[in-house]
């Protein structure tokens, strides 16, 4: 039986954030949540999101290093996939780390 009470426990989800020595702030950060997937004898799927660097720290490399962290996070906690929702105009670069374009995406928003 799969059913249990992932919110307490410490690996439900994991954020990395990068911090500038300089002054201590976030410069970019990214997260990774779990879930328990029925339909796949309750295999682990994971739920990358917030992938954010500061414009002033593009391309130093800080993208390369969250997608990498996650991924081996996402490997340590047994997911059988790493999904994320992305615009269609960064494709590339999440390509370049090996996702694929897979099915169709859609949202249901309150607010419309």
Known sequence: MCIRDRTKDE??????????????????NGMIFFEKKFARSCGTAGHVEDIVVDKAHKGQGLEDNIMNALRRIGDREGAYKLVLDIPDAEAGFYEKHGYKKYEIHMAWYRDG
């Open 11 to 28: 690996h439900f989800y994991k954020i990395i954030v990068y911090e500038s020595t300089a002054d201590g702030k976030v410069v970019g």
